[in-house]
């Protein structure tokens, strides 16, 4: 039986039956405009002392951290603070925080952030009840047995972290930047507070509407076949975001801030990929080998990989293209071949209007690294089936 | 702050905030041919002794309820069986099951059957708990404060209960088809598995499809502004529905068994209308206090209800409409109205080609019993909004 994303990968036997799957998500979302005020009513029943972990940057100077620390406090869940987690999350912070979770006694892990802080929060999660090398369950030596529940408040949309299982860690020894999946690291409560959003500046935001997209036509574009509603679904959560890309003139606008959010989540969430296969998420394993490299932005990364990469599969089974260029952007063409070509062509174009770079050459990844990533994307744990010679070639269209 | 529809009523303050809601949804979905042999395995986790609850027809004749038996046994889970559930279940049942629990000793409920068992063993899960009259819980006098778990093997899709926590009771001696709703009854674990719906016949597959419909167009058209993903969604549900018909034609087509039993469970399980309004399941009120009446298919009798009350929505509000005919139906006229009600009116013969009656008198309601039917909505728990006048002419029209 095949299942959907969330779940470990061992789990997943060679047979494909059709559209078997298995779907369950128990994260419990509190959404709406003001909501982030209720975070500590909501944290505490499950702890009483919490790590919160966040980034440097904007949650402190917004003055949202203070506020959530100020929610727990009042509701009897004391608090320490971690608060250097990077864009690209690195191991040693997973780490760090898992140590002051043991000196601290912390109980839970509160992220206020986006998803680098919630993949980091989940990683320390496991690793605060862990002796062994947290690295193992990214490589998946080990698979985890327990861990701490974790809270979300999130500050900026697009990873889709606070309604699944996967968090993504750079071990910054290796250059790897690799997933660990389990639905133990679930969040329990996530918080989606478009009012939070508002300062995230048009570049990221940006980001997140690419990573979303790009969440489900990676997944659309896998060849399973008798997916009418999850196509449905997939084409919604693209066709939201497309419509929404006034945001990057009206930044401020917590309507549109809460549409792409919630657009964010739905799209990461299992349910557009429910029936689907467990593999097909390779512009993503190819976007993670750049970005583990070179300071770039995982949206970007992906503005430049994933179009190219489409239009890599496009050639080779144009039909599913062909729907999608007709449904999303309204083009016919008798031949599939060329309608894939041209949506994909004028989806790489909105990303281009959004202001992310499209081509490597744009983000400063040298040509010559170019090898080097598409061996390593093979070698990563979800990039067994890739061909290193045809990841080069879609790296080099799109450099 | 509003909130998805399965949690209880009495949550909701007044003030409607934009787009606030919760959303979670615990249930288990194990989907796919041949799943239902996994029935014991995945309920013994629950209980070792269970109250089977089921139809009296096909379920039996078929082997299923014999196939379902020995797999909980094979799990190490004895099992008795009520087998009498009627297709609009009966308060009168559910004491019934409630007692033989108690009798028998049994520690969780297995659904073998389509929404009205589901329905019947989530109502006797929580009278199996409860010493006073369970008819309270759907009056709204009492939430329920516990029940035993319930896992379902689901054997005709359309009410979308294997995903959901309401259940729809009728109470034969006062003629009332009440619902209750509460997370406590959300199943554990719902087994679709579509080989098991290949014989259902062609009414009431049909009767599904009509139901699984109006489910979200009810809420799609109850006038939340900026929900737009949440009406991809919803349309995507429409328009899957639509685009499997031909399952009318050829029953045993598993492949579209599947991708309706699908479309039907999402739609309502509190995705499609995350942050709309919780009232406006009008036809659905309306219809209730037909089937508890006469003996009616709760599916045929929206099949009358529904678009009648939509052309009654529709001259209120065009615009909502407008965009369901464009997008659905691809009519565009320069008037919201024209368009709109256009919309509804292929909507409409499509149910007739499905074989549905669309009018109440096909369905053998006395015209004189119509005013009645519209006072017994008004009354009902959740028609206090409706106008009993404005109710009896959608009635008038469709009969």
Redesign the interface.
Known sequence: ??RASFLPMRDLPEER???????????????????ASKAGALAAPYGRKALVVTTRGSVKRLGILDKVIKALDEAGVQSTVLSGVDPNPRLKTVYEGAKICREFGADMLVAVGGGSVIDCAKAIAVGALDDGDIWDFFTQKRQPQRALPVVCVLTISGTGSEMNANSVITNEETDQKYVLRSPLVYPKVSVIDPELMVSVPKYFTACGMVDTISHVLEKYFDGTP?T??QD??A???V??VL??AEILKRPED??LR??LA??ST?ALCG?CD??RGMGAFDAHTIELEISARYDVAHGAGLAAVQPAWLEHLCRKRPEKFAQFAGRIFGIHRSSALEAGLEGISVLREQYRKWGMPVTLREMNIPKESLGEIAQAAHKSPRGGHLDPDEVLDVLTACW
């Open positions: 039986m095949r039956v059709m559209n078997s799957f298995e779907f369950s998500n128990p994260v419990r979302i509190v959404f709406g405009p003001g909501s008798d009418p509603l449905r679904m084409e919604g959560v066709q939201t419509e929404s917590v309507t809460g549409v919630w657009a739905l349910l429910a029936g």
